[in-house]
């Protein structure tokens, strides 16, 4: 049961990720196209922050377990360095690195978070054998 509790977590987490990369690549190319795409509630920076508290309570106790039951702790450093880039993306991205600058970190930390979660599915069905 555990086991399925934690691949379950680690699974929304990498979907929350691809939901926030996707988010941030996509809406400013639809919205060339289509203006009133930004008037929209999901292309706020609200809806996006709103992943980022999702996903970090979620990818902590993904990531905890995980480490609990395969003891292999490089998969915290994937996850702490996808969150805390996030983390800045979304405070401090637009102001330090500009619009694309900050797209480019969201994706980049939204993709060392997926894989840390991948790592982590491995390592606990690795564990489980």
């Given at each position: 049961?555990?086991?399925?509790?934690?691949?379950?977590?680690?699974?929304?987490?990498?979907?929350?990720?691809?939901?926030?990369?996707?988010?941030?690549i996509l809406?400013?190319?639809?919205?060339?196209?289509?203006?009133?795409?930004?008037?929209?509630?999901?292309s706020?920076?609200?809806?996006?922050?709103a992943?980022?508290?999702i996903?970090?309570?979620?990818?902590?106790?993904?990531l905890f377990?995980?480490?609990?039951?395969?003891?292999?702790?490089?998969?915290v450093?994937?996850?702490?360095?996808?969150?805390?880039?996030?983390i800045?993306?979304?405070?401090?991205?637009?102001?330090?690195?500009?619009?694309?600058g900050?797209?480019?970190?969201?994706?980049?930390?939204?993709?060392v978070?997926?894989?840390?979660?991948?790592?982590?599915?491995?390592?606990?069905?690795?564990?489980?054998?």
């Open positions: 049961m555990e086991n399925f509790k934690n691949t379950y977590l680690d699974r929304a987490a990498i979907t929350i990720s691809i939901v926030c990369a996707a988010q941030c809406l400013p190319v639809a919205a060339l196209t289509i203006p009133s795409l930004y008037l929209l509630p999901f706020e920076e609200a809806f996006h922050n992943l980022l508290y996903v970090m309570p979620i990818s902590f106790l993904a377990l995980g480490c609990k039951k395969h003891k292999s702790y490089d998969v450093f994937y996850g702490a360095l996808g969150l805390f880039t996030l800045v993306s979304s405070v401090w991205g637009h102001d330090l690195f500009g619009e694309v900050e797209i480019v970190s969201t994706v980049l930390g939204s993709s978070l997926a894989f840390g979660h991948i790592q982590n599915q491995k390592k606990c069905k690795d564990s489980c054998h």
